[in-house]
T-cell receptor, first 115, second 113 residues
Framework: EADIYQTPRYLVIGTGKKITLECSQT?????MYWYQQDPGMELHLIHY???????EKGDLSSESTVSRIRTEHFPLTLESARPSHTSQYLC??????????????FGQGTRLTVV | AQSVSQHNHHVILSEAASLELGCNYS??????LFWYVQYPGQHLQLLLK??????LVKGIKGFEAEFIKSKFSFNLRKPSVQWSDTAEYFC???????????FGTGTRLQVFP
């Protein structure tokens, strides 16, 4: 059972507000990811991290920012939310498996609506 | 650009029909391959994975997938689907060159009793 948690599960917020989506994992994984997923659509990688103090932009440009001060915590921040940010945000972490490959575990997601 | 392609966007089947969902990727070098499933209202769950060895891998719930390196493909199969298989299926590739986990566009599977 994967231990990766996202809060809040649902968030409705007004335009211009600053928001932070939380993601925590208790598995000690070095690699963490943020994906954005619109309903019924593909997952787009927006941020990833190899470990503490490491953050990289993903393939999809995003106005959000991330930080990785602690291994277990990878929050995503939007300084000024806009309706175009309405989406589902999925956090994941990964580890090197016993078979030598890398397996990712996902949180339940945060569904963000900006009105 | 590196990408993961899923050819079937929406598949509708009757129970007991056979299923094959296509997945192709454009990465070179060593890759890890995955199929994830997302049931309505639930989070992504790993169905199966390929790291190395036998290219035919078996996952949960009777699913299997075959890695064909020469075709850059990792197709998902199930001989007999059930209504409970209704979900969104995502193929994902981790390239050791880029160290990023990239997903395909997903396939929506609907199974009718």
């Amino acid at each position: 059972e994967a231990d990766i948690y996202q809060t809040p599960r649902y968030l409705v917020i007004g335009t211009g507000k600053k928001i932070t989506l939380e993601c925590s994992q208790t598995m000690g994984h070095d690699k963490m990811y943020w994906y954005q997923q619109d309903p019924g659509m593909e997952l787009h990688l927006i941020h990833y991290s190899y470990g503490v103090n490491s953050t990289e932009k993903g393939d999809l440009s995003s106005e959000s920012t991330v930080s990785r001060i602690r291994t277990e915590h990878f929050p995503l921040t939007l300084e000024s939310a806009r309706p175009s940010h309405t989406s589902q945000y999925l956090c994941a972490s990964s580890e090197e498996g016993d078979e030598g490959g890398t397996e990712a575990f996902f949180g339940q997601g945060t569904r963000l609506t900006v009105v | 650009a590196q990408s993961v392609s899923q050819h079937n966007h929406h598949v509708i089947l009757s129970e007991a029909a056979s299923l094959e969902l296509g997945c192709n990727y454009s990465y070179g070098g060593t890759v890890n391959l995955f199929w994830y499933v997302q049931y309505p209202g639930q989070h992504l769950q790993l169905l199966l994975k390929y790291f190395s060895g036998d290219p035919l891998v078996k996952g949960i719930k009777g699913f299997e997938a075959e890695f064909i390196k020469s075709k850059f493909s990792f197709n998902l199969r199930k001989p007999s689907v059930q209504w409970s298989d209704t979900a969104e299926y995502f193929c994902a590739v981790l390239s050791y060159n880029t160290d990023k986990l990239i997903f395909g566009t997903g396939t929506r599977l609907q199974v009718f009793p």
